[in-house]
């Protein structure tokens, strides 16, 4: 057998490999900390953007401020800030673009959000707000203009469908819809069976849609969370992931390597499949995400180089 490690996985450069990290703002001042240790330790792997989620119905939209504002003044990361449209009107909507562009937010992760009613429950848009994602999308854009400044603007997909779509034709207009109205990349939902993500471009791009559709990953830090958010999100959980963390509740060591055996091998397999760009949902917490990066080869900057240079300089 070849021991021989094929060209993706030589793990002592970056390999063209660009990631983010999303996190969520944090509730209590013990949630704070452990956000920044993870902001803290993640950064110096150079991820192209991290992103900062927004609560439903602006359930969080002081602390997500802040978060993103604390990363701008605190950190040479550039953030992303999500924003939903539901239960609020346009002119609420648009005051917190105002106020991540003064701020200095320049990329904003436009999303419609959940029904007020809860997940499951019918969809209503403000009445006086944005009615989906698409449309708001377009009203970021004219604040943009409005503002002369330039705001990237990216959005969500679903390999699976999102849960409330009709079809899967009906679920790619929408995504067509938000890229005619100024969306520059989509970042999908987590799922497990990269098969699913491949069906998912393939239809995509047989709707000329060219945008970069990057994966979601969430690396499972606990499996029962995990499948509860995965009912919610309309994701599947396959029965061999199941099987790898059955019997493992009380086993949490053992669980935290399973996680990283299988966060890795589905990485690995979209690497193999032409994949270069990852979106790691983190839950707020870096060990299973910085150990996937490694592995991917990004390396904290400034330390692989001057490594490098010396181990060419003792050779020569
Ligand atoms: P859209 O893109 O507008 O719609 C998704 C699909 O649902 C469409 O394809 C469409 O077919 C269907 N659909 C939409 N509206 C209707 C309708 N009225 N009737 C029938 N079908 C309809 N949520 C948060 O609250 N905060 C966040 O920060 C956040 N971040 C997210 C980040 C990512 C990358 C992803 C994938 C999701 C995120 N979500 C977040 C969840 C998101 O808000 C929900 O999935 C929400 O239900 C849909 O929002 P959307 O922008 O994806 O919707």
């Known amino acids: 057998m070849s021991t021989e490690l094929r060209p993706s996985r030589v793990p002592h450069h970056r390999n063209g490999m660009r990631v983010s990290f999303e996190f969520f703002p944090p509730k209590t001042e013990e949630m704070e900390k452990t956000l920044w240790e993870s902001v803290t330790r993640l950064a110096p792997l150079s991820p192209a953007f991290v992103s900062v989620t927004y609560g439903a119905g602006g ?5 997500t401020h802040a978060t993103v504002k604390r990363i701008l003044d605190e950190t040479g990361l550039t953030p992303a800030a999500h924003l939903t449209c539901v239960a609020a009107t346009r002119e609420e909507v648009d005051d917190v673009v105002r106020g991540y562009v003064a701020a200095g937010v320049r990329h904003i992760v436009a999303l419609r959000g959940d029904p007020v009613g809860g997940i499951g429950t019918p969809y209503a848009p403000h009445p006086g707000g944005y009615v989906n994602a698409a449309d708001l999308c377009g009203g970021i854009k004219r604040l943009a203009a409005a503002e002369k400044v330039e705001i990237e603007v990216s959005v969500s997909a679903y390999p699976e469908r999102h849960p409330e779509s009709p079809s899967d034709e009906a679920d790619i207009d929408m995504l067509a819809r938000k890229v005619d109205a100024g969306a520059t990349r989509a970042i999908t939902q987590f799922f497990f069976d990269n098969d699913l993500y491949f069906r998912y471009l393939d239809k995509v791009r047989a709707r000329g849609i060219s945008l970069p559709i990057v994966p979601g990953i969430l690396p499972v830090q606990n499996f029962k969370l995990a499948q509860s958010f995965a009912a919610k999100a309309g994701a599947s959980i396959p029965s061999w992931l199941a099987d790898r963390f059955a019997g493992l509740d009380d086993d949490p060591a053992t669980r935290k390597l399973i996680a990283a055996a299988v966060a890795a091998e589905q990485v690995f ?24 990066c490694h592995l991917l080869g990004l390396r904290p900057i400034g330390a692989s180089a001057p490594a490098a240079t010396a181990a060419a300089e003792a050779v020569a």
Do not use: K, P
């Open 59 to 63: 359930s969080t939209r002081e602390r």
């Open 269 to 292: 397999d979209l690497v193999d499949r032409g994949v270069t760009e990852f979106h790691f949902y983190t839950m707020n917490r870096a060990d299973l995400v910085y150990a996937i």
